[in-house]
């Protein structure tokens, strides 16, 4: 044991991914639905570990951070700046309403209980659940003419308010949203979300991606000599389904194998290769003639392709009017909508579900017709291991040199910090990877990394740094920061949810999950939708999520600076 504790202590690097290790592993710990997390977890052992007295350097963890604000502000970014448009500025005045309201929650709260600058910056990052918030919030206050103990004190006490507070600011969030929430605003979350999807003209989507798969199918038909399609054009055929659920991607005509063009004349005794929707295609064998089993002519590539957003001609656009168009006959024929993902939340797709730059949309069908409909609409997001390692490491360095730029009054510095203009470089950077997706491409294993190993990296950390005293803070406030912890979690929710029925107008779904994305709490859409039996909360969460994910960061220097 004692060989284990020095060699813990002559190589640091070996506690940390211990901690992370060990972090990770508690974060899986289920009861019932409550799960600690990968970051409390994390937190959790790095002051367990802490009390072995090992001494890290603050640059390990100040590497890893700008590295997680990067890959954040990137996730983002898209949404972040879509919300600048007209359609959206009202999500994103309702995320400032909550994002204020959680700022003053903690002012009041700290202000009352006399907290110091540091269990404030920590009541506001668990309480709010945006750990990210701990970051800036230490650089800011490494930057006060302050001295170096007090500096110290405060930099120890922002962990034990931040652990405090996080269990109730994740739990307590999804439990209030998904149960108290529709209560609150007096209605039946899943008949209201059936009404919208009823009103849209169209479904969620499907429940998993094996039954979207297979609500899709290839038949094959011979045509009989008294069906009505005889002198017909594949043209004409195809025209008789308005809502563009059935195409012939193939055709048999004369022991030819021809590929399908709209002005091929239908023949007795030719056999059609239709794709369409099942149920569709079961009532054909009366109108066609009899199903046949043809391997060699159903026997073409077909493929599964994500396809992200980028025309201007789809652009801000519904389903129904993308699907309508005289282009959409030409480029998006034999083609299907499988899924519709927004800053990596599924959408419901209904005709009336707009789509935007930077979306993405999984298409399914002949892989001539994808790749056709795929330059298009956009561009291919095929697979690939491979990250742009310049773009990523010279916007995290002009961000982060931005950042450091600070404008003096008195002996209060004015600035982003190094790790704010890493956020603000990544939301740049994930727009023009939105609108010229040829370059600086991250993929989403990579990202992960980035996100979640890079944040409890620099949690490990701090749990490690301030784990002597941890224990000591914990005992001194712990009660009192958990109640103030429900306080700021809970208030800014009750704001915004009157706000958004009373003044916003909201739909009581998008409203919910607005409220959710404004936290950054994905558990609670997922526990919101749950209950509403429906995707449609998750119309509300992409903008907010990017406005409050950048403010509540934003915020974490303010709190220094009010306080």
């Known amino acids: 044991m004692e060989w284990t504790i020095e060699t813990l202590r002559r190589y640091p690097e070996i506690a940390i991914f211990l901690t992370v290790a060990l972090g990770f592993a508690a974060g899986r710990l289920r009861l019932r639905r409550f799960t600690l997390g990968n970051v409390t977890g994390v937190l959790l052992a790095g002051v367990l570990i802490g009390q072995l007295r090992i001494v890290i350097s603050p640059n390990v963890g100040a590497v890893f951070f700008l590295m997680f604000l990067f890959a954040v502000g990137y996730g983002i970014g898209p949404q972040f700046f879509r919300g600048l448009k007209r359609d959206g500025l009202t999500q994103v005045l309702f995320a400032v309403v909550i994002c204020v309201a959680c700022l003053l929650a903690t002012l009041i709260a700290a202000k009352l209980a006399g907290y110091n600058i540091g269990q404030a910056a920590g009541l506001l990052s668990g309480a709010s659940t945006v750990s990210a918030a701990l970051g800036v919030a230490s650089d800011s206050i490494h ?27 994740t739990a307590g969030s999804a439990w209030f949203l998904a149960i108290i929430g529709p209560k609150l605003l007096r209605v039946d979350l899943a008949k209201a979300c059936a009404d919208y999807e009823a009103k849209m ?87 066609i003639g009899p199903e046949v089993d043809d391997p060699e002519l159903l026997q073409f590539p077909g493929e599964v392709l994500d396809v992200v957003i980028t025309s201007k001609q789809v652009a801000g656009r519904t389903l129904k009017e993308i699907g309508d168009s005289e282009v959409a006959r030409k480029y998006g024929r034999g083609v299907f909508l499988r899924k519709l993902t927004r800053g990596g939340q599924e959408l419901p797709f209904t005709p009336a579900t707009k789509v935007d730059r930077g979306d993405v949309l999984q298409l399914i069908g002949a892989k001539r017709d994808v790749e056709r ?9 095929r697979a690939t291991e491979k990250t742009d390692v310049v773009f990523m490491g010279l916007g995290i360095t002009l961000g982060a040199l931005v950042g450091a730029v600070a404008v003096h009054f008195g002996t209060v510095p004015l600035g982003l910090s190094t790790s704010g203009g890493a956020l603000i470089a990544g939301l740049v950077c994930g727009w023009l990877r939105a609108v010229h997706p040829t370059f ?27 784990g002597p005293s941890f224990m000591t803070g914990l005992r001194q406030s712990g009660l009192s920061l958990l109640l103030w912890g429900v306080f700021v979690t809970l208030a800014p929710l009750v704001v915004g949810l009157l706000a958004g029925k009373y003044w916003f107008k909201m739909h009581p779904g998008i409203l919910l999950g607005a409220c959710a994305g404004v936290r950054t709490t994905t558990a609670a859409l997922s526990a919101i939708q749950e209950e509403a039996r429906s995707k449609v909360p998750a119309l509300g969460y992409s903008i907010t999520y990017a406005v409050g994910n950048t403010l509540l960061v934003v915020w974490g220097v303010l709190i220094v600076l009010l306080m």
């Open 143 to 169: 930057q006060l003419a302050l001295p170096a103990e007090q500096k110290q004190a405060m930099l120890e006490a922002m962990p034990v308010a931040y652990a405090v507070t996080y269990l109730f600011g």
């Open 201 to 287: 003209g169209g479904g969620s989507g499907a429940d998993d991606d094996l039954l979207a798969y297979h609500k899709r199918t290839l038949r094959s038909y011979r045509v009989a000599p008294d069906s009505k399609l005889v002198g017909r054009t594949i043209g004409d055929f195809e025209a008789q389904f308005p809502s563009r659920e059935v195409f012939v991607e193939r055709i048999r005509q004369d022991a030819r194998l021809l590929e399908p063009d709209l002005d091929i004349v239908i023949s007795p005794g030719d056999v059609l290769a239709l794709a369409g929707l099942r149920e569709t295609l079961l009532r054909q064998p009366a109108e």
């Open 373 to 381: 409909a795929a330059g298009w609409l956009g561009y291919p997001d």
């Open 440 to 466: 600086g491409r991250i993929p989403a294993p990579a990202l992960w990394v980035l996100n979640d190993l890079a944040l409890t990296i620099f949690i490990a950390v701090i749990g490690l740094t301030t």
